[in-house]
C-alpha cells in the first residue's frame, strides 16, 4: 500500500458512500412526500447526484481504462437522460390533469 | 475493497424494497412509472458492483450501458403514451 493508492481508495469510498446517501435522501423523498410532482422532485434530482457520484466512484477504481471509459460515457448519459425523463414524465402528468398539492390538502 | 462494495450494493438492494412500495401501492399511473425509473436507476449501479464483485467488470459495463438506454426510453414511451391520451387508469 504506497501512498497513490490510499489517496485513490479514499476518494472512492467518499465519492461511493456519498452515492448511497443521496440515494437513500431520494428514496426518503419517494416515500414520504405528499403528491406525485413533489415526488419527482425528489427522484430527479437526487437520482441524477447519486448516479454521479457512485460512478465517479467506480470509475476511480477502475481507472484509465476502455472500461473507465465506458463508465464516463454512462454518467454523461445518465446526467442528459435522468432530468429529460423527469420532465417528460412530469409534462405527462400536468397535461393528464394531475393537480398539484397545496398547502390546504394537508390540513384536511 | 471487494467487501465495501459488497455492503454498498446490499444497501442499494434494500432501498430497491422500500421503492417497490411506491410501485406496488402508489396511487396512479405516474406514481409508479416515477418509482420503476428510480428503481432502474440503482439497479444500475448495483450491476456496476455485481461486475466489481465478479471481477468481470468489461462485460457488465455494456449490461449496465443498454440497461440505462432501455431505462430512459421505456419511461419517455410511458410517458408520451400517456400524455397522447391512454385510457383514465
Redesign the interface.
Known sequence: MNTASIIA?LF??LF??G??FF??T??IG??RFPD?FT??HA?GKG?TL??LF??IG?GI??GLS??GF??L??AV??FL??P??TH??S???M??G?QPWKKEDSRK | MNTFFLVIGIGLCVLVFFVLYRVVFGPGVFNRIAAISAIGTKTLIIILIMGIIYNRIDMFVDISMVYALLNFIGTLAAAKYLEIGGEKL
Do not use: N, W
Open positions: 481508495a472512492i469510498i461511493t458512500v452515492g448511497l440515494f437513500t431520494s428514496t419517494l416515500l406525485f415526488r419527482l427522484t437520482d447519486a448516479v457512485s460512478l467506480i477504481y477502475e476502455l472500461t465506458k463508465i460515457l454512462i448519459f445518465m437522460a435522468q429529460t425523463a417528460a414524465i409534462k405527462a402528468g397535461r393528464y394531475l
